[in-house]
């Protein structure tokens, strides 16, 4: 690895995801490839997480934004293909998204997704005694829980 | 027996359709739902996006084709009715949805088995929705059940174009657990196409009037 590249990664580990805000782009695992293409620039290539995620323009334009700052040129390339899966959350990443009171997917997205797919536990208490409020919550990648011990609604980032 | 749609099919009833489920937020009947229909009109918005990107502008072709120039099978733009209608359309579509984004996962073209690879878990959480609505209303109160029977009555007559290969009998599955009956297969019935044209014609024009009357507008 290049020192600019890695430069560039250094950099992107501080860019947070807009709406789970303790979470860098790299732990959520959106970031492919980062190449250099020319004397002090670099090429960025990010998968979004959903179809229709809103936060996915703001991360790209974080991402452009927070580069600008150390490179003469940055270009931020959207990859569709392969697409993003919650398994490229990183374990560092999954451990965030609990110490922030949202249970992390809880097993691999692999097709056909499992019908009883569901928290390992609350992540406020711990408890395994929980139940399902609803299957969507109040981002697309998240449902809603409650746990009957502490009896505190969580938010559930769901397998995908 | 309907073919595979195309690219353009799938993605103007997916636009539509995503469309109608808005007209549920903040009006649905429990704040849940509310929820749950505004987060599938996101991902049905998502999906169309990715798609009419591949096509062409995608501002360009979701707010200035005219009515007629629209591709979506004709029940993604029927009006939302009650709860019950809204909920086995939505079974419909997404059974279809579920086979059409199965094939184009395999595709040749990288950018539409991109969009195809996401969708498909994402339209398995939104099959897994409306299936449990269709269930726990039509096998539920005799109100529930009634307007069940009612939507299946209005809505089976446009099913013609979604039913694709596999698509009765995953619909079937459902209904039978539903405890509603499943009808012969439908075929293409005039009044009722007619009446998905004006739906359509209706829902565009609230759909695009702003962008038409700011073209070139930006946020």
């Known amino acids: 690895m290049t020192t600019t590249v890695a430069r560039a990664w250094h950099v992107l580990a501080e860019v947070m995801d807009p709406e789970i805000p303790v979470l860098s782009v790299l732990e959520l695992g959106i970031v492919r490839d980062v190449v250099e293409t020319g004397a002090d620039s670099v090429e960025v290539s990010v998968t979004p997480t959903y179809s229709g995620c809103p936060a996915t323009e703001v991360i790209v334009a974080d991402i452009r934004t927070a580069l600008s700052a150390a490179y003469r040129e940055v270009e931020v390339r959207v990859q569709l293909s392969p697409p993003w899966t919650t398994d490229w959350i990183s374990d560092t990443g999954r451990a965030k998204l609990r110490g922030y009171g949202i249970a992390p997917p809880n097993g691999r997205a692999l097709l056909p997704l499992v019908a009883d797919d569901q928290p390992a536990a609350c992540p406020q208490c711990g408890s395994r005694d929980i139940e399902q409020l609803a299957g969507f919550g109040s981002t697309p990648c998240k449902a809603l829980w409650r746990c009957r011990s502490c009896r505190e609604p969580f938010d559930y980032f769901k397998v995908h | ?219």
């Open chain 2, 1 to 219: 027996m309907s073919e595979l749609p195309t690219v353009e099919d799938v993605a103007d009833g997916c636009l539509l359709l995503s469309h109608r489920l808005t007209q549920w937020v903040g009006d649905a009947p429990t704040m849940e739902e509310d929820v749950a229909l505004g987060n599938i009109a996101l991902d049905l918005l998502g999906q169309s996006r990715g798609l009419l990107s591949l096509l062409g502008d995608e501002d360009q072709l979701a707010y200035f084709r005219d009515a007629d120039e629209f591709h979506n099978p004709a029940i993604c733009a029927t009006p939302n009715g009650d709860f019950a209608k809204t909920m086995l359309r939505q079974l419909f579509v997404d059974c279809w949805l579920e086979l059409v984004w199965h094939t184009f996962s395999e595709q040749e073209d990288d950018g539409v088995r991109g969009v195809a690879a996401k969708a498909v878990k994402e339209n398995a959480y939104h099959r897994r929705h409306s299936r449990a609505w269709v269930v726990r209303l039509g096998d539920g109160t005799e109100e529930s059940r009634r307007r069940t029977l009612l939507a299946l009555e209005e809505l089976w007559p446009l099913t013609a174009d979604i039913a694709v290969p596999g698509w009765r009998e995953s619909v079937t599955e459902a209904l039978v657990e539903a405890t509603v009956p499943v009808p012969a297969a439908a075929e293409p019935d005039p009044a009722a196409l007619a009446g998905a044209v004006d739906a359509r014609r209706e829902l565009l024009a609230e759909m695009q009037s702003l962008a038409r009357a700011h073209p070139g507008a930006t946020w």
